[in-house]
T-cell receptor, first 114, second 113 residues
Framework: DVKVTQSSRYLVKRTGEKVFLECVQD?????MFWYRQDPGLGLRLIYF???????EKGDIPEGYSVSREKKERFSLILESASTNQTSMYLC?????????????FGPGTRLLVL | GNSVTQMEGPVTLSEEAFLTINCTYT??????LFWYVQYPGEGLQLLLK?????DKGSNKGFEATYRKETTSFHLEKGSVQVSDSAVYFC????????????FGGGTRVLVKP
């Protein structure tokens, strides 16, 4: 079974704080993704990575950065948290493939920025 | 660009009722289509998928058929259970867009006993 774990289920931070969200997978998948989930908007891609030390911007990268130093670990960083970054953050992984690969998701981190 | 539109919820049903969730898409290429489900307190998991026109994906009593002529991938289940209460997301993956997933807004389904 693929296991994707996220460092926290719930997080409360203050405006301006630096926030780290970590994702770890145990399936040796090449691709890793960070999404945010908001009601009515579905999932929106923030950043993704096809390999160690590689990163690509998704649809809404502003205010976020990422780090992938090891294949199994993909971190999302909020440099200076703002209230509009209050959301559910989901990490996902899949194998490199031809586009019909299943993505495997972590349980999510619900972040509240005060 | 690519987009996925699905019916807004919440959809409230009684147990054993028939469920349909509509999903239509716009894509530049020839996408693969997916339904993901999110049970309360969990991440998303794949429910079913179809990779080419007229393919039918099925799993756990759910079915969806890839209809290229109507650009649709509607999800159906003939008899829902309380355990089917969840949020359902339609999504597509398109090689022309780098094989990244594009999601619909999600439909919350609540099944009452």
């Amino acid at each position: 079974d693929v296991k994707v774990t996220q460092s926290s289920r719930y997080l409360v931070k203050r405006t301006g704080e630096k926030v780290f969200l970590e994702c770890v997978q145990d399936m040796d998948h090449e691709n890793m993704f960070w999404y945010r989930q908001d009601p009515g908007l579905g999932l929106r891609l923030i950043y993704f990575s096809y390999d160690v030390k590689m990163k690509e911007k998704g649809d809404i990268p502003e205010g976020y950065s990422v780090s992938r130093e090891k294949k199994e670990r993909f971190s999302l960083i909020l440099e200076s948290a703002s209230t509009n970054q209050t959301s559910m953050y989901l990490c996902a992984t899949d194998r490199s493939g031809i586009g019909d690969e299943t993505q495997y998701f972590g349980p999510g981190t619900r972040l509240l920025v005060l | 660009g690519n987009s996925v539109t699905q019916m807004e919820g919440p959809v409230t049903l009684s147990e054993e009722a028939f469920l349909t969730i509509n999903c239509t898409y716009t894509a530049t290429g020839y996408p693969s289509l997916f339904w993901y489900v999110q049970y309360p307190g969990e991440g998303l998991q794949l429910l079913l998928k179809a990779t080419k026109a007229d393919d039918k994906g099925s799993n756990k009593g759910f079915e969806a058929t890839y209809r290229k002529e109507t650009t649709s991938f509607h999800l159906e289940k003939g008899s829902v259970q309380v355990s089917d209460s969840a949020v359902y997301f339609c999504a597509l993956s398109d090689e022309a867009a780098g094989n990244k997933l594009t999601f619909g807004g999600g439909t919350r389904v609540l099944v009452k006993p």
